[in-house]
């Protein structure tokens, strides 16, 4: 079992095929990243630099990305009635996040990092 595998397989159960979900999203998204384990948080990362991370809690899961994908795609997250922080989107099972605005704050992050 891979690290990635390893930390869906430990959130709480609710959020797991969700996450798996995210996972694969994200690397279609981001097809030459590295998955990575930074800060207790899997991520994918290109030449050192994280691009995005995921992250389960016991109430809801984040996607966090460069602050300017958050900024760029702001009305679209408000539109979802997504919470979203300076570097993050929050969602859950009943509030989920569409594949759509995932593959954009990826590309939107990859784009802000300079790749």
């Known amino acids: 079992m891979d690290r990635h595998d390893a930390y869906i397989a430990a959130a709480p159960e609710q ?3 969700m996450l798996g979900q995210l996972r694969a999203q ?3 998204a981001l097809p030459g990243a590295e998955e990575v384990i930074k800060y207790d948080m899997p991520g994918f990362q290109i030449d050192g630099t994280i ?3 995921y992250a389960a809690f016991s109430k ?3 996607l966090y990305v460069d602050p300017g994908a958050i900024a760029a795609h ?3 997250i408000a539109s979802l009635k997504l919470k979203a922080t300076k570097t993050g989107v ?3 099972v009943s509030k989920p996040i569409t594949d759509e605005l995932v593959k954009k704050l990826a590309v939107s992050s990859l784009s802000m990092k300079g790749f």
């Open 51 to 53: 691009i995005v991370g």
């Open 90 to 92: 929050t969602f859950s």
């Open 15 to 17: 959020f797991r095929a």
């Open 26 to 28: 994200l690397s279609r």
């Open 60 to 62: 809801q899961c984040g």
């Open 74 to 76: 702001a009305d679209e």
